[in-house]
């Protein structure tokens, strides 16, 4: 719970940089609509089974809102109000022209069996469908929902609603989806890692990287940097990790996951080590990529890294955050640092409004533009304010939305 404790902080903080009434600040924290919703679905056995849904749409000021739909046994209404107030700040930094929002069904979806979680999915939308949509609310997928989740949502959407692939994003690339948006996000975080080592200037003599995590965006970043001459010493998984200070042969570690169901568990390619060792090893950029919490206010101050880029979200912890700053150790933050994914997913929505198809390199060459822009814009504001990069980034995206809310008046 702090880590969202942390993110109503971090708007304060940069409300108050930007010196924004009372009444404003609530305007802007209050969500537009929340709701709970029963979902009741037949068990392939024939009994039914009852879960919770909920949906909170947080601000609409610069556009539909988006947010993914989350799948989890924890899922509550307080976290998904936080999570939809983070995806206003996300998409207000990257500058697209989306609001916030987020979802979820308070469900483990290993409980059921795949025709269990398709009726699950259409009983949700069968319950919401009256207010998302294209130009109100788009859902992608999240932590326990994947590409096939938001075919059956946009199937039963459709049911509704007429042929709509706008309604959601992440969909299959053979059904309205878009080339690159798997590799997106890491990606992402692998260009604005580029940019950041660029502006410390670290960029020449193959700054060494060391990664946690080794899933969707932990490997993709991998790949990127490599390819962008960074040496990636260390990587790792749930299982544990691996260090070569020569540089790891990242592809073969990529195969060697895709031959173990994802996993690193019984690669020989490079020494074993910790995953406590990997974030506490002298390299120039550390990127944690799996979960959050990991760096604490217990092991902040063993942190040697120059630059901690936030690929997960919230891997620093708020107490941990000070110690690093203390420390002059740069860390970008998970709020742009992670944005890749709902870049991309904003130019799946506008191919799908425009029934136009872009190929691989427009969506890299765009995705690189967007996420530069916004990279620009968050350094300039920590120049000329002083601030950390996080703080910067809250200023803009609170800057961003407050605008939007006060242009569009209150009549
Ligand atoms: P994933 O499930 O594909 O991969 C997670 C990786 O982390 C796996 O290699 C797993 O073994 C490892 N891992 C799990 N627990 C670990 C632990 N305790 N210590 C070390 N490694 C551990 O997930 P992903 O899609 O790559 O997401 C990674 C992080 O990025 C998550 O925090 C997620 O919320 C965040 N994120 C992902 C996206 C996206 O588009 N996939 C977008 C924004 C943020």
Known sequence: MQAFEAVVNYFEHAADQLGIAQNVRKLLLT??????????????NGEVA???????????????????LRYHPEV??????????LMTWKTAIVNIPYGGAKGGISIDPHTLTLRERERLTRR???????FIGPDRDIPAPDMGTTAETMAWFMNQFERYHGYSPACVTG????LHGLPGREEATGRGVGILTVKLLGRMGRLTGHPTVAIQGFGNVGSHTAKFLVEAD??????????????????????????????NDGSLETWEGAKPI????????DVDVLIPAAVGHVITKENANNIRAKMVVEAANAPVMPEADEILEQRQTVVFPDVLANAGGVTASYFEWVQNRQHYRWGLNRVRQEL?????????????????????????????????VARATILRGHQ
């Open 76 to 85: 509550d209404l307080d976290e998904v109000r936080a999570l939809a107030a």
């Open 31 to 44: 969500p537009k609509r929340q709701v709970e919703v029963e979902v009741a679905i037949e068990r392939d």
């Open 171 to 174: 969909k299959p690339v053979e």
């Open 124 to 130: 949700f939308v069968d319950q919401i469908h009256d």
């Open 50 to 68: 009852t879960f919770v849904g909920y949906r909170v749409q947080h601000d609409n000021a610069r556009g539909p809102m988006k947010g993914g």
């Open 274 to 281: 910790s995953n406590a060792e990997l974030l506490e090893l």
């Open 368 to 400: 690189d533009h967007v996420l530069s822009e916004a990279f620009e814009a968050m350094w300039e504001t920590s120049q000329k304010r002083d601030v950390s990069l996080r703080q910067a980034a809250y200023v803009l995206a609170v800057e961003r």
């Open 230 to 259: 960074c040496r990636i010493v260390a990587i790792s998984d749930a299982h544990g990790g691996y260090y070569d200070p020569a540089g790891i042969d990242v592809l073969a570690a990529i195969r060697h996951a895709q031959k």
